[in-house]
């Protein structure tokens, strides 16, 4: 089952093409890990998928889903932007009110999702008080209480440092094989991008996927 399809995306800031008739499918249940250098369109491509953001020609379609527009999509981005005035709890709990059908969240789902992420004892805590990767595992939390449709990840662990980087890697890895999540995410991290793929598709400044791979079997680092 094909979960989104983008067909010949233009995209264009002022007279540079960014996207430039790019083609790219993302199939149910499948991670798919854009990688390319800086500059090359990922942030651009992952914001057309969020709907952030407009194509200048092409489409984006979601052939699964009938009934609505776009369905249920959780974004992550390389800062957690969490809301500090906010507790942990509260702030897992925001995605939970965007879900698609604006039914409110129980709080013992939130917990669930809390423990699930390792979370339950920051529960009342404040962002100020996380480490970083504690605050990106809350970011990711929020973005799956949506309960979303396609997960998107832009540089979620670019701004860690190694250990937590690593630590975070296997952690998601576990999570979406877990949640069975439809997931697309961004980096210029190549080893990042064979380590997590199932697939793996290269931005090369073209404006459209330059190859593609097949990730091997998840092994253990
Ligand atoms: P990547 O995520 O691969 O680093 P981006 O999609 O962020 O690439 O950016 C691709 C190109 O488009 C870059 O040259 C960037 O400066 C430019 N760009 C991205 N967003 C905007 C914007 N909102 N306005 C103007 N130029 C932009
Ligand atoms: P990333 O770290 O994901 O590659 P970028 O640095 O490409 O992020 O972009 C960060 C934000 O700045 C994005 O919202 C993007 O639209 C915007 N942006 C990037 N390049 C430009 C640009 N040349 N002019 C205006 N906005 C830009």
């Keep these: 089952t094909v979960e989104v399809r983008v067909s010949a995306a233009r995209k264009s800031y002022g007279n540079t093409p960014v ?37 200048d ?18 974004v992550v981005f ?18 939970g009110r965007y879900r698609a059908n604006h039914g409110r969240f129980a709080r013992s789902d939130v917990d669930d999702l809390l423990e699930r992420f390792g979370l339950a004892e920051l529960a009342d805590a404040r962002p100020a008080r996380l480490s970083g990767g504690q ?8 973005a799956v209480a949506v309960r979303p449709r ?4 832009d540089e979620p662990f670019s701004a860690l440092d190694p250990a937590t980087r690593h630590a975070l890697q296997d952690w998601l890895r ?5 949640l069975e999540l439809t997931v697309v995410l961004v980096t210029h991290d190549v080893d990042e991008a064979l380590y997590l793929g199932h697939r793996i598709a290269l931005l090369d400044g073209s404006g459209t996927v ?11 680092r």
Excluded: C, Y
């Excluded at 800062?79 to 995605?95: D, F, I």
């Excluded at 605050?135 to 929020?142: D, G, I, L, M, N």
């Design 57 to 74: 020609a092409g489409e984006v379609a979601w052939p699964a889903s009938e009934n609505e527009d776009r369905p249920a999509i959780g």
């Design 174 to 178: 576990e999570l979406v094989a877990q």
């Design 210 to 220: 330059a190859a593609e791979w097949t990730g091997t079997p998840p092994q253990d």
């Design 19 to 55: 996207l430039d008739g790019l083609d790219l499918e993302v199939g149910r249940g499948e991670f798919l890990v854009v990688v390319g250098p800086s500059g090359s369109g990922k942030s651009t491509l992952l914001r057309v998928l969020a709907g952030l953001e407009h194509l």
């Design 150 to 153: 396609l997960l998107l990840l």
């Design 135 to 142: 605050a990106q595992r809350a970011a990711v939390a929020r």
């Design 78 to 95: 390389q800062q957690p932007l969490l809301m500090p005035w906010l507790t942990v709890r509260e702030n897992v709990a925001l995605g």
